[in-house]
Nanobody, 116 residues
Framework: QVRLVESGGGLVQPGGSLRLSCAVS????????MGWYRQAPGKERELVAH????????NYAESVKDRFTISRDNAKNTVYLQMNSLKPEDTAVYYC?????????WGQGTQVTVSS
């Protein structure tokens, strides 16, 4: 059974940066594309960015393009999300999961709050 553990969230002022990490258990990490998703209060979960198996391909939601960078380290079974120029509207719980077919069990997520 795959386990997803997100970390790195916190409270940051507008314009600040955070780096999220997601550790994925299991030996099949390197054969799947992965994504970062977020869910703001009262809203549905949305895809923020995804990355191909080797990391050569990445894609971003328009709302985060040029501010967020997704990356992965297959040797460490970890996917990252570098978030720069954060805005209050980026406030949400952030999750990682397989893309496009998410694993059924999501991790606990990591809270990102952007506020002055």
């Amino acid at each position: 059974q795959v386990r997803l553990v997100e970390s790195g969230g916190g409270l940051v002022q507008p314009g600040g940066s955070l780096r999220l990490s997601c550790a994925v258990s299991g030996s099949l990490f390197s054969i799947y594309a992965m994504g970062w998703y977020r869910q703001a209060p009262g809203k549905e979960r949305e895809l923020v960015a995804h990355i191909g198996r080797t990391g050569a391909y990445t894609n971003y939601a328009e709302s985060v393009k040029d501010r967020f960078t997704i990356s992965r380290d297959n040797a460490k079974n970890t996917v990252y999300l570098q978030m720069n120029s954060l805005k209050p509207e980026d406030t949400a719980v952030y999750y990682c999961n397989r893309y496009p077919s998410a694993y059924g069990d999501w991790g606990q997520g990591t809270q990102v709050t952007v506020s002055s």
